[in-house]
Every structure is written in C-alpha cells, then in structure tokens.
C-alpha cells in the first residue's frame, strides 16, 4: 500500500517472525507423496513414502486499534525533540517557540494558506512599495484589540520594530532584519559606526577594528536609536507606518512574516509592566538580555486568535481561544473568520517514542511527532493519505491516521564542527582538552584532515535508510536542492570511504591523531531520534577506524543544546536549520557568515572566515539571477571543498493526525507544521 520499510526495519521484521515462528504454526499443508529408492536384503525396491511437509509461517495479523475521541475542545499535540527557550517573541530565534508564539501574536501580513510567495493582510489591510523598493508603507488596521484591552494603533507597530532591532543579542534573529535597515548584522556595529564618525575614526584603520561596545558614548547610543526610529516611522493619525530600508531587500515582506519581526506588543501595556518605554536614553538597558531576563519571557499580550495561558517549562504551553479576535472575514477564500474553532490548545514535549505513540493510539493526544525511522510502525494504520498537491487517497480502511507525506521541509541538518573550542572555565565536553587520548584540544577542527576525516568515516547512505527511512538526500553544502546556488548534476564531493578516513587521520596534527586517539562528546537534542541515530552512525564510523578514538554521544535538552552551543562550548553538534526566507542569502549567511547564528559558532579561522564573509557579502550586494548564481555555487563547493562541517541531509516531511482534525494544508515556511497556525485548524468527532 504506502509502506516503504529501511534495511533497519526489514531486520526487525525478521526477527520478529523468527520469534513468532517459534511459537506458533499455521495449518499443515497437504502432505506431499513423493517416491524413494531403499534397499532391503541388497535389493533396490521403489516405496512411496508421505514427504513430511515445513510449516508455513503466519502472518501475524495487524492490531486493532481504534482511538476514543477526547477533549473535543482541545488540540493537543504531543512534541518529541523541544520547547520554548521564552514568550518573547523579539528574543525567539527557534521554531517550537516561534510556533507557539505565532499563534499569539500577529504582523502586518501572513501568508496567503500555502504559499511562501504570496500575502495576505493581518494587522494591515493594504501596502505599497516606491519604485526602488526600499521605501514600504502599510495601513494599519483599525478596530483591533489586544488581549490585556488595549487597541492597537501605529505607534505600537513601529514600537515593536524598534524594540525588536534595539534589544538584539547575540546569535538571535536580528542579523538579517539589521541588514535590512542598515546594511550591518548587530546593532552593536551600528553604535561603534556612530561613534567613530563623531570622533573621527576612519573606518579602514586598525583603531577602528579594535573598537568595542563599551567604548561607545551615549551620545553615539542615542543616535544610534534616534537611526532606528527613523527606519520605521509611524503616523497615527494617517493611521500609517512607513519602512526605510536600505536598499531593496526581495525577502522583505517574508521577513515580515516572522514573530522576531513582525510580532506586534502594545507599547502602553509594555511599559505599564516595567519593559522599554521607548525612550532614546534607556534602550541599552534592555540590548542583548538573557531570555529570563525580558518581561515577555513567560507571559505575553498580543492580537492574534489564541491567548497564552501559561507556559510551565519542562511541563507544557497552554493556550486558549480569543473569544474577541478581531477577524469577521475569511483570511483567504474558504478560511477561517471569527473567534477560534479549537477552544483549547496543550502542547506537551515527551521524549519518549513509546509514550508519544501510546498517547496517540488511545486518543490522548491529536498530532505526534515521528522520527523518520518510526514512520513504518504507523503506516499499517494509515486510513488516509495525502500527498503535496494535495491529493489524498484512501489507505487501510480499518486504519485511524490521516497522513501528509512527503512534503518537501526547506531545512537541512548537518553536524557542526567547532574549530575553536572555548574551554575556559573547563569543558566537559573536550575531555582533558589535549590530545593525550583522553580529549580533545580547543583547535582540534581546526584541523583540515580531521575535518576531512569526519566526512569520510560517516556513512551517508546508512543515515538515510536508517535514519530517514529512506525518505531524505545527502546535503551538498549549505544551499539546499532546487534553489539557486545547488549544484545541479553534481555529486556531494563526500561519501562513506574509511580507507580515506583513515588517511586523513594519520596526517591530522602530524600523525599524534592517530597515534595517541582521543574522546569527546557529541550532542544532539533529547527527543530527536533522527538525530541520535545520525551521530550514532557517526561514532560507528569514527571508532571502526581506530579502536583508540571514543565519542560519547549525548541527548541534551534543547534549550540547554542551545546554550551550550552559544556559549562555543560544543565541539561538535548535530543540528538543523529552517529557513527563514526562501533565498539562499539565508543559507549561506547562518552557517558560514561571522556574524551567522551558526557561523559565529563554527567559528571559523580568521582568514576563512574573512573569504567566506566576502563572497557572501558580496552575492547579496546583486539583484539578479545571472549575477548572484555563479558566486552561491562557488560558495556551495568551497564549503564542501574546507568540510566546514558535515553536510548530513536534506529530509521530507511527514505528519500525522486522528481523523478528527480538520483543514490542515502544509506551508513550507512554517515553523512547526501542525501547529504554527492552529486558527485554520477544527476539531470535529468522527
């Protein structure tokens, strides 16, 4: 029917009827006669003899299960691999909080259903561009309520957006919205630009690259915000807000999209609960915060269809229906309008795949998250499936699931190699910190052939059959196949050769590599099996080569994963990315930009990075596809060519629902496919 069983799985299949075998026979055969030649007193004779027919084996027949409908009101979604690291949703720069949050908040625009494309208006009714494209003014709609009572206006829009560029922080969303604004990544470049221009600093000098943050002065800090509010001015009473950009930006509007920069607060309300009051002399009180540290880290007020509960950490979110969402028109033809159809929202993060399933087979729980590799113990179940376009068929009739499958997720996963370790302080992760088999040394990445080394000894194709089910491709770089930049035609320069891994071993560090060995740690996010399995495979490989190498891999919670890879503490992760905007500026920028969310933590040697910072710059400085093409290509080889790190896999998606959830489609550009827009979503018994 739909099944499509890995290697991985036919073994357990195997085994499985082994051990029925030994404990259960079908029905015999008819007995077979068959002739014999025997010899009796050294006379041959012919005899017919009844051959003693083998068992067929059983087939053992498929479970019953047929789930009860429960909490008709509510939509509970059972997540595996994360959760929220804060409700703040200019702080937020992952998808389980982001998914969450852009149910509570909304922007100016969203996207039209399906398409990443197209837009639809929220807290705007209409837009215009000036011919350049880099002046954008929306109408602000009006008649809109937030949930603490207060009414939105422009200020609030233009509030939002300054707070959101002048809070920044380190490794946070705001490198691509700063761009936008002001050609810089961090709003900490933009202050030590001002402050040189008023002391007379040139900024090819060497006086200008030692500059720091704490240098600059406050005058340079309020003009620096005073830059701010100008590239978002609002007027009131025209009821506008008018965007300055500073040049034109093609993924502007999809930028917009997102909570980290279109999420709207009530600028009234903020202050009243001790946030930025939006004055000049105060907004670096509030730059670059710990997320505990922001008064939205566990509450919020926003306009969208569902209101924040609580969120308990390492417990659950729960959100409830806004019974006065503003909304009296469908969002798009045959879309939702008025208050929410789901009354009720629990998202719970377990870990564990034998809970999540149970939960589901009993009606506990109405959307799961499914490793790859777990797919094959639902697809018996499979009432009904849906593909891309949309099509559905009919699968097992006596199934209960209805499935989206192989959608095409614009995310790729590789593992992130740290070549500069920041071990101050200690560092579990690195063992003794030397290479004195017990450990790693800070720059042990930092080594060409152990990076090379690494690529050869991981086994690409057993990570897609046993990790992807089959249902994935190899990475060739940082660009992801079918955008511009993929190396069409062309191989992954990487494939599993520990004839070649062991090579590079022993000219890594001059041969101490391969004679002393090493340990370390790698990690990946608790719940993530996918991404267990992958560095499973990973140590196999690496230790197969050398019985003196040891790597530990380690499940950690995803905020702490988070934590400890901004703080460069991670010699080697495996991680994804999801991209915010379908260019591959945004492939291209996070992993290998200094100033990247990945890229800072690679942490790449000084004159790679500078290479690589160059030609990123500069593919983006272009607005065309015949002039930007040929440089991301160029881009994609070489980040193969240096094994930045391990380019593991692109994947398809799939999700899984009880019959009774209804209107779900698949947009590519959401966060968390089953519940980044529940308002579209119904709950309805069978």
Same mark, same amino acid.
């Given at each position: 029917?739909?099944?499509?069983?890995?290697?991985?799985?036919?073994?357990?299949?195997?085994?499985?009827?082994?051990?029925?075998?030994?404990?259960?026979?079908?029905?015999?055969?008819?007995?077979?006669?068959?002739? $014999?030649?025997?010899?009796? =007193? !050294?006379? &041959? +004779? @012919?005899?017919?003899?009844?051959? #003693?027919? %083998?068992?067929?084996?059983?087939?053992?027949?498929?479970?019953?299960?047929?789930?009860?409908?429960?909490?008709?009101?509510?939509? $509970?979604?059972?997540?595996? =691999? !994360?959760? &929220? +690291? @804060?409700?703040?949703?200019?702080? #937020?720069? %992952?998808?389980?909080?982001?998914?969450?949050?852009?149910?509570?908040?909304?922007?100016?625009?969203?996207?039209?259903?399906?398409?990443?494309?197209?837009?639809?208006?929220?807290?705007?009714?209409?837009?215009?561009?000036?011919?350049?494209?880099?002046?954008?003014?929306?109408?602000?709609?009006?008649?809109?309520?937030?949930?603490?009572?207060?009414?939105?206006?422009?200020?609030?829009?233009?509030?939002?957006?300054?707070?959101?560029?002048?809070?920044?922080?380190?490794?946070?969303?705001?490198?691509?919205?700063?761009?936008?604004?002001?050609?810089?990544?961090?709003?900490?470049?933009?202050?030590?630009?001002?402050?040189?221009?008023?002391?007379?600093?040139?900024?090819?000098?060497?006086?200008?690259?030692?500059?720091?943050?704490?240098?600059?002065?406050?005058?340079?800090?309020?003009?620096?915000?005073?830059?701010?509010?100008?590239?978002?001015?609002?007027?009131?009473?025209?009821?506008?807000?008018?965007?300055?950009?500073?040049?034109?930006?093609?993924?502007?509007?999809?930028?917009?999209?997102?909570?980290?920069?279109?999420?709207?607060?009530?600028?009234?309300?903020?202050?009243?609960?001790?946030?930025?009051?939006?004055?000049?002399?105060?907004?670096?009180?509030?730059?670059?915060?710990?997320?505990?540290?922001?008064?939205?880290?566990?509450?919020?007020?926003?306009?969208?269809?569902?209101?924040?509960?609580?969120?308990?950490?390492?417990?659950?979110?729960?959100?409830?229906?806004?019974?006065?969402?503003?909304?009296?028109?469908?969002?798009?033809?045959?879309?939702?309008?008025?208050?929410?159809?789901?009354?009720?929202?629990?998202?719970?993060?377990?870990?564990?795949?034998?809970?999540?399933?149970?939960?589901?087979?009993?009606?506990?729980?109405?959307?799961?998250?499914?490793?790859?590799?777990?797919?094959?113990?639902?697809?018996?179940?499979?009432?009904?499936?849906?593909?891309?376009?949309?099509?559905?068929?009919?699968?097992?009739?006596?199934?209960?699931?209805?499935?989206?499958?192989?959608?095409?997720?614009?995310?790729?996963?590789?593992?992130?190699?740290?070549?500069?370790?920041?071990?101050?302080?200690?560092?579990?992760?690195?063992?003794?910190?030397?290479?004195?088999?017990?450990?790693?040394?800070?720059?042990?990445?930092?080594?060409?052939?152990?990076?090379?080394?690494?690529?050869?000894?991981?086994?690409?194709?057993?990570?897609?059959?046993?990790?992807?089910?089959?249902?994935?491709?190899?990475?060739?770089?940082?660009?992801?196949?079918?955008?511009?930049?993929?190396?069409?035609?062309?191989?992954?320069?990487?494939?599993?050769?520990?004839?070649?891994?062991?090579?590079?071993?022993?000219?890594?560090?001059?041969?101490?590599?391969?004679?002393?060995?090493?340990?370390?740690?790698?990690?990946?996010?608790?719940?993530?099996?996918?991404?267990?399995?992958?560095?499973?495979?990973?140590?196999?490989?690496?230790?197969?080569?050398?019985?003196?190498?040891?790597?530990?891999?380690?499940?950690?919670?995803?905020?702490?994963?988070?934590?400890?890879?901004?703080?460069?503490?991670?010699?080697?992760?495996?991680?994804?990315?999801?991209?915010?905007?379908?260019?591959?500026?945004?492939?291209?920028?996070?992993?290998?930009?200094?100033?990247?969310?990945?890229?800072?933590?690679?942490?790449?040697?000084?004159?790679?990075?500078?290479?690589?910072?160059?030609?990123?710059?500069?593919?983006?400085?272009?607005?065309?596809?015949?002039?930007?093409?040929?440089?991301?290509?160029?881009?994609?080889?070489?980040?193969?060519?240096?094994?930045?790190?391990?380019?593991?896999?692109?994947?398809?998606?799939?999700?899984?629902?009880?019959?009774?959830?209804?209107?779900?489609?698949?947009?590519?550009?959401?966060?968390?496919?089953?519940?980044?827009?529940?308002?579209?979503?119904?709950?309805?018994?069978?």
């Amino acid at each position: 029917m739909f099944k499509k069983i890995s290697w991985a799985a036919i073994c357990g299949l195997v085994i499985a009827s082994m051990l029925l075998a030994a404990c259960t026979t079908s029905p015999p055969a008819p007995a077979e006669q068959v002739e $014999v030649t025997r010899v009796v =007193a !050294g006379t &041959p +004779e @012919t005899v017919v003899v009844t051959a #003693t027919p %083998e068992p067929e084996e059983a087939e053992e027949p498929l479970e019953a299960i047929a789930p009860e409908f429960k909490n008709p009101d509510t939509y $509970v979604i059972i997540a595996g =691999a !994360g959760e &929220p +690291e @804060t409700m703040d949703p200019h702080w #937020t720069y %992952e998808t389980a909080g982001g998914a969450v949050q852009g149910n509570i908040y909304e922007g100016l625009i969203w996207f039209n259903r399906e398409r990443t494309d197209e837009f639809v208006p929220m807290l705007a009714t209409s837009w215009e561009a000036n011919e350049a494209g880099d002046v954008w003014t929306f109408n602000v709609r009006e008649g809109v309520t937030f949930h603490e009572g207060g009414t939105l206006e422009p200020h609030d829009v233009a509030y939002s957006v300054h707070r959101a560029l002048l809070q920044d922080r380190i490794d946070g969303p705001h490198w691509m919205t700063l761009e936008a604004f002001f050609g810089l990544y961090a709003i900490e470049s933009l202050a030590i630009q001002n402050y040189a221009e008023a002391q007379g600093i040139d900024p090819e000098s060497d006086a200008y690259g030692e500059l720091l943050f704490d240098d600059v002065d406050d005058a340079a800090l309020v003009t620096t915000c005073e830059m701010v509010k100008e590239a978002l001015v609002a007027d009131d009473e025209a009821g506008t807000v008018t965007f300055n950009l500073n040049t034109a930006t093609p993924w502007f509007l999809a930028m917009l999209t997102n909570t980290f920069l279109g999420a709207t607060l009530d600028m009234e309300w903020m202050v009243e609960n001790g946030g930025w009051d939006g004055s000049c002399d105060t907004w670096v009180d509030y730059y670059n915060p710990v997320a505990q540290d922001t008064i939205l880290f566990d509450q919020a007020n926003g306009t969208g269809p569902y209101m924040l509960d609580h969120w308990t950490p390492g417990e659950d979110t729960v959100l409830v229906a806004n019974e006065n969402y503003w909304r009296t028109e469908p969002i798009w033809e045959g879309g939702p309008s008025g208050p929410p159809s789901i009354k009720r929202v629990l998202i719970q993060n377990i870990n564990e795949w034998g809970t999540r399933r149970a939960m589901f087979e009993a009606g506990d729980a109405d959307t799961i998250y499914v490793p790859s590799q777990y797919r094959p113990q639902l697809e018996p179940y499979y009432k009904t499936v849906c593909y891309p376009d949309e099509s559905c068929e009919e699968g097992n009739p006596e199934g209960y699931i209805l499935a989206y499958r192989d959608m095409p997720v614009p995310a790729m996963t590789p593992a992130q190699f740290n070549w500069q370790i920041d071990v101050e302080g200690g560092n579990p992760y690195v063992g003794s910190g030397e290479l004195d088999g017990n450990g790693i040394p800070p720059d042990f990445f930092g080594d060409i052939h152990v990076r090379n080394a690494f690529n050869y000894c991981f086994d690409f194709d057993a990570m897609i059959e046993a990790a992807l089910n089959g249902e994935g491709m190899q990475a060739q770089g940082p660009i992801i196949a079918g955008m511009m930049g993929y190396r069409e035609g062309e191989d992954p320069l990487f494939s599993y050769d520990p004839v070649k891994c062991e090579e590079e071993f022993k000219l890594a560090f001059d041969g101490q590599v391969w004679e002393s060995g090493f340990y370390m740690q790698l990690a990946y996010n608790t719940g993530n099996d996918t991404r267990r399995l992958t560095s499973e495979i990973l140590k196999a490989g690496i230790e197969a080569v050398n019985p003196n190498f040891n790597i530990s891999v380690v499940g950690m919670p995803w905020p702490v994963l988070l934590n400890s890879r901004r703080a460069r503490k991670l010699p080697i992760y495996v991680g994804g990315w999801l991209e915010d905007f379908h260019d591959p500026h945004n492939w291209v920028h996070p992993f290998l930009h200094t100033q990247g969310g990945y890229g800072r933590v690679i942490n790449m040697h000084e004159d790679m990075a500078a290479e690589f910072d160059a030609m990123i710059e500069e593919a983006a400085s272009y607005t065309t596809v015949e002039e930007r093409r040929p440089i991301y290509e160029a881009i994609q080889l070489k980040a193969q060519e240096e094994a930045v790190v391990i380019w593991m896999y692109q994947p398809l998606g799939r999700y899984h629902f009880q019959e009774s959830i209804k209107g779900f489609y698949f947009n590519p550009a959401y966060q968390q496919k089953t519940y980044s827009y529940i308002y579209a979503l119904s709950k309805e018994a069978p």
